[in-house]
């Protein structure tokens, strides 16, 4: 339930954002809000990049590996047969 209300409160909080870039606040209160909303989309990017990052595949294989394992399976069976 503290989860679905915290999700609740960001997106008023991003929907208060958004409608400050269509209907911008006087001057000084503006800019605020401006660098609110960059630290804001920083640190959610930062949540999704931990968040991937956590539940990542534990064995990562760059292209050229996978091959690599794949041609000595093929030159294995060869010389098994």
Known sequence: MLINSRKLLM????GFMIF???H?????LKYFIYVAMIFIIF?????AIFLLAAF???EKH???????KLTNKKI????LQ
């Open 11 to 14: 997106v008023f909080i991003l």
């Open 20 to 22: 400050n870039l269509i």
């Open 24 to 28: 911008p606040f006087p001057q000084p």
């Open 43 to 47: 640190i959610l990017a930062m949540q």
């Open 56 to 58: 990542a595949k534990t």
């Open 62 to 68: 760059h292209r050229w590996l996978k091959i690599k």
């Open 76 to 79: 294995n069976r060869k010389l």
